[in-house]
Structures are given as C-alpha cells and as structure tokens.
C-alpha cells in the first residue's frame, strides 16, 4: 500500500527483455542515498507496485509482464525516463495522501495545462470504463501523485498542481498529449461495486 506522496524522483539506466520474451528487466537508479532497499521490496514506480528483484547502493532492479508493460505507461519508457517513486507504507507512517495499491486502472491522457493563480489547471481525460469512478473533490492517483479532483465532465477532469508538487514530481516533464498512468480511489471501486450487487 502507498499514500501517493512521492518521496523522490528515479531515472531509468536500462531495459532488457527477458528470456527472449516480451517481458522486461528494468534498472531503476533512486535518488535516496540510504534507502535500505532489499530484494522484495515494493516500490512504486509512477504508480505502478513493483518489486525489487535485485538491489545496489543507489538503484533496483524490477521484472514486469508483458501485460504490465501493454495495459500501463511502462511499455513507453526508456533509458533516461524520470519516475515517481514512494517506497510501501508501513505502520505508523503518516497517511499524507490517499490508499493508493500501485494497481494502475487504466492510461490517462493529459488535454491542457493552463496557469491559474499560483497553481497550474490540468485538464486529463480518462478511459470511458474509468470515468464514472472519478467525483468531484474526490481523489485519484496520477502517475502515482495522489491528487483531489475539481470537477469532472463526461471523461474529462480536471485538477490544480501547485509549485511545489510540480518541483518534486514528474509532473514538470509532462505536457499535452502525454499519456499518464491513472488509479481510481479504492473506496470508489467498492462502492460502485456494491451498486452492482442485488
């Protein structure tokens, strides 16, 4: 489980694929000099729970399916690619954010970034199937940054990234046009499901 409050930004040092496979191995360089990180580990990794397979000093190393690489943004990384990375809660963390599994929805587009204010608006539209779990001042993680939604129309939302969440976040790199990973909150999942039940 995560908060969605990013705690430092990777960068992608290399892809191979695996056992001639569509699979792939990912080395993962992390800015925390004393992250502690064993084999096991879950991190999130721009909003997707991955696990570190390998560790060293200063990177891990993380094998994805096929299917995680065709249904989330991983297929579209490359050497070089900067992350939003937040390392599992544990007890007793402070819960800054929101539950966030790093179980990725579906794959957001990014419509328009327009200043506001101090803040920047952003405008995202998300695919039909996620749509109607997305509410108004509720909260939805993009590219694992857990943020409070403004106002929603059709598939179309919006929301405001202040300075700060832009500095010390991926969220400077994007730009329209850009696809990003989306997760729906969790109680919202289990809400419309229970609708569902008879």
């Not at 892809?15 to 064993?38: F, Q, Y």
């Not at 007793?92 to 929101?98: A, K, N, S, T, V």
């Not at 695919?127 to 779990?133: C, K, S």
Request: charge should be negative.
């Amino acid at each position: 489980m995560f908060t969605g409050i990013v705690t430092g930004i990777g960068t992608v040092r290399s892809l191979r694929p695996l056992g001639g496979g569509a699979d792939m191995r990912l080395v993962i360089g992390v800015p925390w000099p004393d992250a502690r990180l064993v084999v096991g580990n879950s991190i999130a990794c721009s909003g997707c729970c991955l696990t570190a397979v390998a560790v060293g000093p200063d990177w891990f190393a993380v094998e994805v399916s096929a299917e995680s690489l065709a249904k989330t943004t991983l297929g579209g990384w490359r050497e070089g690619t900067r992350l939003n990375l937040e390392q599992a809660l544990r007890l007793g963390d402070e819960l800054g954010g929101h539950i966030v599994t790093g179980h990725v929805d579906g794959v957001g587009t990014v419509l328009s970034v327009t200043p506001e204010n101090g803040s920047s608006r952003w405008r995202f539209r998300a695919p039909g199937a996620l749509a109607r779990f997305i509410a108004p001042k509720g909260s939805v993680a993009i590219d694992g940054v857990s943020l409070t939604v403004n106002e929603v129309a059709g598939a179309e939302f919006g929301i405001n990234i202040i300075p700060h969440t832009a500095s010390v976040t991926t969220f400077g790199d994007r730009r329209p046009g850009d696809a990003v990973n989306l997760e729906i909150d969790t109680l919202a999942r289990y809400v419309a499901r229970l609708q569902e039940c008879p």
